[in-house]
């Protein structure tokens, strides 16, 4: 079983940038592709992005397309979220997941939750 905590959340202006980490232990990061979700208030838990765990495949929602990038670091055992040009509608709660695959990230099967950090975006 694998551990996840989240960090680098906070307050950004519209058009700035953040950056989120999300460190394992318990096992290596490795062995899970790696996915970052967030959930706004009122709203659906929703996959952002994600990294499969071999070959290093990315997935993008079309909502953050050209402004996120999703990155691991398994030496590190870290997997990060660079978020630039951030917008007020990015606000919400980010969560960290770890799966077998994207497709079980996206299906939400078996996969493993940081406990969320708060991003806010003024406008």
């Known amino acids: 079983q694998v551990q996840l905590v989240e960090s680098g959340g906070g307050l950004a202006q519209a058009g700035g940038s953040l950056r989120l980490s999300c460190a394992a232990s318990?096992?290596?990061?490795?062995?899970?592709?790696m996915g970052w979700f967030r959930q706004a208030p009122g709203k659906e838990r929703e996959l952002v992005a994600g990294?499969?765990?071999?070959?290093?495949?990315?997935y993008y929602a079309d909502s953050t397309k050209g402004r996120f990038a999703i990155s691991r670091d398994n030496a590190k055992n870290t997997a990060y979220l660079q978020m630039n040009s951030l917008k007020p509608e990015d606000t919400a709660v980010y969560y960290c997941?770890?799966?077998?695959?994207?497709?079980?990230?996206?299906?939400?099967?078996?996969?493993?939750w940081g406990q969320g950090t708060q991003v806010t975006v003024s406008s």
């Open positions: 318990g096992r290596t990061l490795s062995s899970y592709s």
């Open positions: 997941a770890a799966g077998q695959s994207l497709d079980r990230l996206r299906s939400r099967e078996n996969v493993y």
């Open positions: 990294i499969s765990r071999y070959v290093g495949i990315t």
